[in-house]
């Protein structure tokens, strides 16, 4: 982008940037909301000037601001207020660079990108490194080989440990993985395993199971126990190169963490025979930690998941002392074990209406009315009515005295 647009641009922005910058550092207290909003004001300024120009403009409002607060030593001081400004000004680069995918505009500023990270490179604030990592996936495939060449032609090692993460990305993106590599190798005594999760989980999606491995044992020492959220990512890539075996250490780390979401990226490689393995592994210790939500929540999931019903019956008759504040997934296991296995369903409906009875308030009352004639049709389906009329009579027998509640029965069965 040439200097002489730059500077013109620069002159009809000047008093909507200056504007902006004051309030950014002003000492008044801003709410997210308040940043939002002057994130959009200067949206709203650029969308209104020259449209063609759009691209130049954000970089223009992200340079002045950094600029300005660095030469005035304002910035570390109201680093999150400008550091959301220009995560929201970034977010509108990436949704214009969408729309002129190829474009002349798209390479002039992909160009300029360049520039702003090398003029910046040593400095650890800069906003350039963040910028470069979301505009990479929507950049062309020609503006991605200038920068390579950008890259290759004119980039010295002296910058920050952010703007190497950046750099390594960008290679790692376009499929040079020994270069992103050593990139990130020259800072490995200060990189910390959270830094680098954006460049594990696209190799997670390109199925780099073994490069994984060599990445985090080469940066970090992986049997450190100190991954952080690496940790999911190693796990994965261990279980699939797991071709004969299965690796259970991925699964008691999982057991600690229980997820329906980690078990299915881990078992994506695994054959079905594995799997089975995995689950005669993995049920008995879960239904050994039905204590924390997160255990119980991962085995209902898994129950519904593999289709245990047996399990799933024994499951509701045990852990689940307050039927009504059952969470969606349990909904959804019961609902298909009354209809897999109605057989096997039908203690548990009876247990839960003596349990919402025994609450004793109107509210447990409508649900164990609920539940009834849920057995009802149970019952129906089975062609078993009769035994049905027997429970029902029996129930408002033992029940008589607690009036809500056999005015709840009665209201369902007119």
Do not use: C
């Not at 200056?18 to 002003?26: A, D, E, P, Q, W």
């Not at 699964?251 to 995995?278: G, T």
């Not at 509701?316 to 019961?334: C, D, V």
């Not at 009802?376 to 009329?389: H, R």
């Amino acid at each position: 982008m040439n200097k002489h647009l730059q500077e013109s641009l620069l002159l009809q922005l000047e008093v909507d940037l200056s504007s902006t910058y004051r309030k950014l550092v002003s000492s008044r207290y801003f709410s997210p909301a308040h940043l939002e909003a002057l994130s959009h004001e200067a949206k709203m300024t650029v969308e209104n000037q020259n449209r063609e120009h759009r691209l130049l403009s954000y970089m223009i409002f992200i340079q002045f601001i950094y600029n300005k607060a660095k030469t005035e030593e304002r910035f570390e001081l109201y680093e999150r207020r400008i550091g959301h400004f220009f995560e929201a000004v970034s977010s509108y680069i990436t949704d214009l660079l969408k729309e002129q995918t190829g474009s002349k505009q798209e390479r002039a500023y992909a160009k300029l990108l360049f520039t702003r990270l090398k003029q910046t490179a040593p400095q650890p604030f800069s906003p350039y490194p963040q910028l470069m990592l979301r505009s990479l996936p929507v950049l062309s495939a020609g503006s991605l080989e200038s920068l390579d060449r950008l890259f290759q032609d004119r980039f010295d090692l002296n910058h920050s440990k952010e703007t190497a993460i950046a750099i390594s990305y960008f290679y790692l993106f376009i499929g040079k993985e020994s270069v992103a590599l050593k990139e990130l190798n020259n800072f490995s005594k200060i990189l910390l395993p959270h830094e680098i999760e954006q460049h594990i989980k696209l190799m997670t999606k390109r199925e780099r199971f073994t490069q994984i491995i060599q990445w985090i044992d080469i940066l970090f020492e992986r049997s450190s126990n100190k991954l952080g959220s690496l940790q999911q990512y190693a796990d994965q890539a261990e279980t699939a190169l797991q071709s004969a075996s299965i690796h259970f250490g991925s699964w008691d780390r999982w057991l600690h963490a229980p997820s329906i979401k980690r078990f299915n990226a881990l078992i994506a490689p695994l054959s079905s025979e594995q799997v089975d393995a995995v689950l005669s592994y993995i049920l008995p210790k879960l239904a050994d930690l039905l204590h924390t939500d997160a255990a119980k929540l991962a085995y209902v999931q898994l129950l519904h998941q593999y289709s245990y019903y047996v399990e799933a019956r024994d499951y509701f008759l045990s852990a689940e002392p307050n039927p009504i504040s059952m969470q969606e997934p349990k909904i959804r296991l019961l609902k298909t074990l009354a209809q897999q296995e109605p057989t096997l369903a039908l203690p548990v409906f009876h247990q839960f209406i003596v349990r919402l009875v025994e609450k004793r308030s109107r509210k447990h009352y409508v649900e164990a009315a609920d539940y009834t004639m849920e057995l009802k049709s149970i019952y129906s389906a089975l062609g078993q009515q009769d035994i049905y009329v027997y429970f029902i009579q029996e129930l408002k027998r033992s029940y008589k005295s607690y009036r809500a509640f056999i005015e709840e029965l009665k209201r369902r069965e007119t």
